[in-house]
């Protein structure tokens, strides 16, 4: 569905991508992972054909973004994290912006925004930027397209908001729609995303569905010295140490995603080690 070939792409005075590569499918919420300014606001927009590659190339549902054609547009929705939203009434933005896309479904609009409580009948200009959130993501969902981009959608929501936006999402995947979505706050994405991939300084650290992530590392809180030894990644706790440690026990566990991405990025070679371990035992034999 989103196939990304030997990217290249920078500023005029910086270089975010330097041949990045990366495939993406359909069935999958995908979780963008990394800190503020490490690309992935930029991956997105690529993606979406905001942004054009200097190299390499970049196919989505079989088209290229870059050409910007009408079929590609309606078949795409990006929620960014800076937008702007003109001063009318709701209904109007919906009548002028939902003939773009010819699976829009209002009922399905007038749901999401009942879940976030937030009036249709509103005007956007009395809204807060939080309201105005629920309102644009209200609007990618209900627009059914094949790819929905979404990044930091949880910045400017409270804590009842992240839950009625993690209920959401869970609502509206299927085989047919590929959905990925970025972050910092990697905690508002546990229970909701099943492949996680993680980007720093333009490069992809880590990409890994969680069913592997679960069978191959074992999260857990621990006193014991030997296991914290042991452990990937280790950090204070109010009682003992939260670990990373492999999973040696074979039993499938839960990820904790905040302890994954610190292990990555302060010890990516090792976590890595182990998921390419198979791939060698399988070559030997």
Known sequence: ??????????????????????????????????????GKSTLLRNIAGLLFAHEGRIEVLGQEPRKRK?????????????????????????????????????????????????????????????????????????????VLLMDEPTNGLDIMSKGQFRKVIAGVTDEKKCIIISTHQVRDLENLIDRITIIDEGRILFDQELDKINATLQFKHSSDPEEVAEALYREEALKGSAIVLPNKEGGEGKADLELLYKSVVTNGKAVQALFDQPKKNQHLS
């Open 70 to 146: 009408a079929s590609f547009l309606q078949k795409i929705f990006l929620v960014p994290e800076e937008f702007y939203l003109p001063d009318m009434p709701v209904r109007q933005y919906i009548a002028v912006n939902a003939p773009f896309y010819p699976l829009f479904n209002h009922q399905q609009f007038a749901n999401y925004m009942k879940e976030f409580e937030v009036p249709v009948e509103n005007s956007l200009q009395n809204m807060s930027y939080g309201q105005k959130k629920k309102v644009l993501i209200s609007f990618g969902l209900a627009a059914n397209t094949a």
């Open 1 to 38: 569905m989103i196939s990304i070939q030997h990217l290249h792409f920078g500023y005029r005075r910086k270089k975010v991508f330097n041949d990045l590569s990366l495939s993406l499918s359909p069935g999958h919420i995908y979780g963008l992972l990394g800190k503020n300014g490490t």
